[in-house]
């Protein structure tokens, strides 16, 4: 798994946690559907640290809570 992807699994984690859709995770972080949208999937292979952290503080959330899971230890590297 790489980092994008990992951020992208956590996003869905929190929201199935919360019972929280993509649209209402959009309405409370202030971050546009399609932004979202954009980092669960293809589009967007570098989720932007700027977008990462509205949508912390819409979650009510630090950023040291959001990258506190599993899913971050052990990426792959990513230098080419």
Request: hydrophobic share 35%; charged share 20%.
């Given at each position: 798994m790489n980092t994008k992807e990992a951020v992208?699994?956590?996003?869905?984690?929190?929201?199935k946690e919360r019972n929280l859709a993509i649209n209402a995770l959009a309405n409370i972080s202030g971050v546009s559907p399609s932004t979202i949208y954009s980092m669960l999937n293809e589009k967007?292979?570098?989720?932007?640290?700027v977008s990462i952290k509205k949508l912390c503080d819409g979650l009510d959330i630090s950023l040291r809570e959001f990258f506190d899971s599993d899913l971050f230890d052990g990426l792959e590297q990513e230098i080419e």
């Open positions: 992208a699994e956590r996003i869905l984690e929190i929201c967007s292979q570098n989720p932007g640290i």
